[in-house]
């Protein structure tokens, strides 16, 4: 079987692997504020409720670009588009921690997630386009891998950046800015990558329109959409506080955070490697239902648990198990949607996540501060938005997997 997914690897385009290569610069860049930015909103007085408002901002950005991200990837080359969203990427992060006031904040988030979700978009339709069905599973679960395997960097670097400069500087909390600053360094990079990608234009009889595919297939749309908003709140509700659950619970600090997240980097990218395998066994849907059950006790763990070791296992296997549905679930919403729909389908994905996200903090923050900080009330309520989750996987997509995907399904050029 590892003999097999080498093989399929070996099969992955020049212009795929260079594609990898600026998403892995992009994982990295994303991986600081997500370690940081918690902790630094919290050190320079802003209340749980509107850390989630900013964290919000950044889902805004991302819900409100999704869909006409969708309809210009439909029918443009995806190159200069991945370039120009990491330059706009790069000016956000720079400006980020520098902002005065909430509002500025939110604005400049709402830049980032903005920037970032066109590259999202991207991702699915380009790599089904540049793959044939062969490598396609492996080429899914290894996007999202390189991605989160560099975000191991972003994190334990921005968190042991943080640490060495607070010791040379003293001022832990201008230290944090700094680091968040200069991550505009990596999608700088990512876009001199992005540039060297040959995507030859596609041919007019290839520009699908999307208008009329939407009309023809909305219910599919929404059957991939119900479950997607779902699991997107549940996310939302917990994800961007626990950088502050571990501060608040058990005392650490930023360069201890680092450390922790680059370690569920590393257990979220071994969970996409492993989701070649969990497809050919398990199938699309029973797959993801599984993986999204499973990581429910983790969750339970850290919501009731005061020792600190069972509270790092569980965190780190949660985000293992979580993350593994992803490519499983892309895959399928890409075998299941017809040309001139995958676009879309991404970006109503995107869409989705974003609004998830929107709705996610801004509860999350209310329920801390409202509950004097008891992450078990709102770890529980996550527990309940993945149970909703699961469940309308396995009754809206079952009947997609069984009439739709067909083992030899031809790739698009």
């Known amino acids: 079987m590892f003999r097999r997914y080498v093989e399929d690897l070996r099969l992955i385009r020049p212009e795929t692997r260079a594609y990898l290569i600026g998403s892995a610069l992009m994982g990295a860049a994303y991986a600081v ?53 990491s330059l706009v990427a790069a000016v956000a992060y720079a400006a980020l921690p520098w902002m005065r006031g909430v509002g500025l904040f939110v604005a400049v988030n709402l830049v980032r997630g903005f920037a970032d979700q066109v590259h999202h978009v991207a991702i699915a339709p380009f790599l089904f386009r540049n793959t044939s069905i062969r490598e396609r599973a492996a080429a899914f679960g290894l996007a999202e891998a390189v991605h989160t395997l560099m975000a191991v960097f972003g994190s334990f670097g921005c968190g042991q950046a943080v640490a060495r400069l607070t010791d040379f500087f003293g001022d832990e909390t201008r230290c944090m800015g700094a680091v968040l600053s200069a991550t505009a360094l990596l999608p700088l990079l990512g876009a001199v990558v992005f540039a060297r990608i040959r995507e030859a234009p596609r041919p007019p009889q290839k520009r699908h329109p999307v208008l009329p595919a939407l009309r023809e297939h909305k219910g599919l749309v929404l059957r991939f959409a119900m479950p997607q908003l779902v699991i997107a709140i549940g996310a939302g509700l917990v994800i961007p506080f626990l950088n502050l659950y571990f501060q608040d619970r058990f005392g650490f600090k930023a360069d201890g955070v680092g450390t922790l997240f680059a370690c569920g980097q590393i257990l979220m990218t071994t969970g996409f490697l492993l989701s070649p395998v969990i497809l050919r066994r398990m199938g699309f849907v029973k797959g993801i239902v599984l993986v999204e059950v499973l990581s429910i006790p983790f969750f339970l763990t850290m919501a009731f648990s005061f020792h600190l ?48 996200w929107v709705i996610g903090p801004l509860v999350g923050g209310w329920i801390l501060d409202h509950t004097g900080n008891d992450y078990a009330v709102l770890m529980c309520a996550t527990v309940v938005m993945y149970l909703a989750a699961s469940t309308t996987t396995f009754f809206l997509l079952g009947p997609v997997e069984r009439s739709a995907v067909r083992p030899d399904a031809s790739v698009e050029a």
């Open 309 to 356: 070791p069972l509270a790092i296992g569980a965190f780190l296997l949660r985000g293992a198990l979580m993350n593994t549905a992803h490519p499983i679930f892309k895959n399928l919403m890409m075998q299941a949607s017809p040309a001139g729909l995958r676009e879309l389908q991404n970006g109503v994905l995107g869409l989705l996540w974003g609004v998830g």
């Open 33 to 85: 504020p997500w370690t940081l930015l918690g902790l630094y909103l919290d050190r320079v007085g802003l209340s749980k409720t509107e850390i989630g408002s900013v964290h919000s901002a950044e889902s805004w950005g991302r819900a409100l670009v999704a869909i006409p991200a969708a309809f210009v990837l439909a029918t443009r080359r995806t190159t200069p588009i991945l370039v120009g969203m």
